[in-house]
């Protein structure tokens, strides 16, 4: 759902995104990840979720500029799950750790990751999995709700000879 707001005596309509919308996308992403399901592979993990996220860049594609900065926080509860399949397909905390190294991921920064006890969840968002995999490798593969709600609306242009008064 959304709430709307005008501030002071300016009629000006802010749609934000209400925080229990989230609970949704939250919990489907979250379960493509997991092992019991069929998404066990990177390259069909980015598929499924791209299609996902697609139809929510025609839902959020209303909201304000306030409201960008939880697509930012949705956007990065994104890219966890699919951190994770990586930790999963490298089965053994060695090969997971030769294969960050080999990503440019420190000795120690490598071993850390791989040999962490406490969960592929935490494993995903760990020094070295954030290293090799950091957010400029899922941007060429993933769509951005954040940058995608950008694209479908652009910034007013002045026409030319004229300036902004107030540029927010």
Request: with cysteine; proline share 5%; aromatic share 10%.
């Amino acid at each position: 759902g959304w709430r709307s707001r005008t501030t002071g005596s300016i009629k000006e309509l802010t749609l934000f995104c209400r925080a229990t919308c989230g609970s949704g996308f939250r919990g489907t992403v979250v379960p493509l990840s997991q092992p019991k399901t069929t998404v066990n592979n990177i390259v069909l993990g980015v598929v499924v979720v791209n299609v996902y996220l697609r139809g929510w860049s025609g839902y959020f594609r209303t909201c304000t500029e306030e409201n960008t900065h939880r697509l930012l926080r949705w956007d990065a509860h994104t890219r966890r799950p699919l951190r994770e399949i990586l930790v999963r397909q490298k089965k053994r905390p060695r090969h997971l750790s030769r294969h960050l190294q080999q990503r440019g991921v420190s000795r120690r920064g490598a071993t850390q990751a791989a040999y962490c006890r406490r969960g592929v969840w935490y494993q995903a968002n760990t020094y070295g999995m954030t290293v090799a995999y950091p957010n400029a490798w899922f941007h060429e593969r993933l769509v951005s709700l954040a940058s995608t709600r950008d694209e479908l609306n652009p910034r007013p242009q002045p026409a030319s000879g004229q300036t902004l008064l107030f540029d927010l």
